[in-house]
Nanobody, 120 residues
Framework: QVQLAESGGGLVQPGGSLILSCAVS????????MGWYRQAPGKQRELVAT???????NYADSEKDRIAISRDKAKNTVNLQMNSLKPEDTAVYYC??????????????WGQGTQVTVPS
């Protein structure tokens, strides 16, 4: 079983910054990728940023100038630094990880989400 624990959400004023953190725990062979997605009210879940085991990153085109994803391989954590926050950043942010289990099968896991609110 794989668990994801997210933290760092909250209310942030426009123009402010926020760091979201996610810790992955449980039993697995290795983590292949970690990332953050978000879902605003009435919208589909969308990519924010991902980072692979090798350190390659992928960002949503609309966000790449304001965000940075990083990870600590030793601690199995991933952070998302968000700057210059706007009301349209308001959403539930979900941590995601893709792991290889001890059966060498790939598994895709999600956190429960953390709310980020930027008032207009």
């Amino acid at each position: 079983q794989v668990q994801l624990a997210e933290s760092g959400g909250g209310l942030v004023q426009p123009g402010g910054s926020l760091i979201l953190s996610c810790a992955v725990s449980g039993s697995f062979y290795r983590i292949n990728a970690m990332g953050w997605y978000r879902q605003a009210p009435g919208k589909q879940r969308e990519l924010v940023a991902t980072i692979t085991r090798g350190g390659s990153t992928n960002y949503a085109d609309s966000e790449k100038d304001r965000i940075a994803i990083s990870r600590d391989k030793a601690k199995n954590t991933v952070n998302l630094q968000m700057n210059s926050l706007k009301p349209e950043d308001t959403a539930v942010y979900y941590c995601n990880t893709v792991v290889t289990g001890w059966n060498f099968r790939s598994g895709d896991y999600w956190g429960q989400g953390t709310q980020v609110t930027v008032p207009s």
